[in-house]
């Protein structure tokens, strides 16, 4: 039983990527999302789940993902990871062939040194997807999104995310509604202070949101 973390950043329009890269490079952000995807208490780790390529859209000399647990999910049985990146133990990284033997795994504590702290889902499209469509009743649910709007410039994407803000069957309206948390919420849930209201990094302008469940 587990609560997922999604973290991404998205425009307005909910793109994410393009041309199997992220469509900006934004350090400032980038920085957020490596010290929140790596803040955890003295002896635990987080885990960081992702799809295949996402794990080959991250710099390679980036990964592993440094102090995380690196989980990378493929269908492909036949697929292996570079073996520069297979196993520093700094940054531990198990290859799965589903979401759930991913999930099944990191709920096993025999598998790793340290406990998991927090699991997060840092995509790409399709395990946001896949992860959002878990509903509230499954052993392993998102209740938690942590989204950097990018509000502009427009830019050209071709992948997105789903518009979870606007997911309006009867289950999320009746008891899965996303809100908006606070500023003081996202800052105390991360650890650390986050600059509020909108951002400007070379001319590209973005906000840090916490949405819950
Ligand atoms: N979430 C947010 N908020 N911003 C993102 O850019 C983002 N990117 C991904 C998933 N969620 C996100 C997936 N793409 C690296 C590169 C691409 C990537 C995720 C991570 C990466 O190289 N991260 C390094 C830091 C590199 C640096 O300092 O420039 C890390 O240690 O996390």
């Not at 350090?27 to 003295?42: D, G, Q």
């Not at 570079?82 to 940054?91: C, I, K, V, Y």
């Not at 790409?124 to 209740?143: I, M, Q, R």
């Amino acid at each position: 039983m587990s609560r997922l973390t999604l973290i991404v950043a998205a425009t307005l329009e909910n793109g994410i990527g393009q041309n199997s890269t992220l469509p900006w490079r934004l350090p400032k952000e980038m920085a957020y999302f490596a010290r929140t995807t790596s803040n955890a208490p003295e002896g635990k780790r987080n885990a960081v789940v992702m799809g295949r390529n996402t794990w080959e859209s991250i710099p390679p000399k980036f990964r592993p993902l440094k102090n995380r647990v690196n989980v990378v999910i493929t269908r492909n049985r036949d697929y292996h990871l570079d073996p520069q990146s297979s196993s520093t133990s700094n940054a531990p990284t198990h290859l799965c062939t589903s979401l759930e033997s991913a999930l099944s795994l990191l709920s096993n504590p025999t598998k790793f040194e340290k406990p998991i702290h927090r699991i997060f889902i840092i995509g790409g499209a399709t395990l946001y997807n896949e992860t959002l469509s878990l509903p509230p009743s499954a052993p392993s649910f998102v209740d938690r999104i942590l989204l950097t709007r990018i509000h502009s410039p427009t830019f050209k994407c071709d992948t997105f995310m789903p518009d979870f803000q606007n997911q309006d069957d009867m289950e999320n309206r009746q008891q899965s509604r996303w809100k908006k948390a606070s500023h003081a919420e996202l800052q105390e849930w991360v650890g650390f202070d986050v600059p509020e209201g909108m951002q400007e990094e070379k001319e590209i302008q973005y906000e840090f949101q916490m949405w819950v469940r």
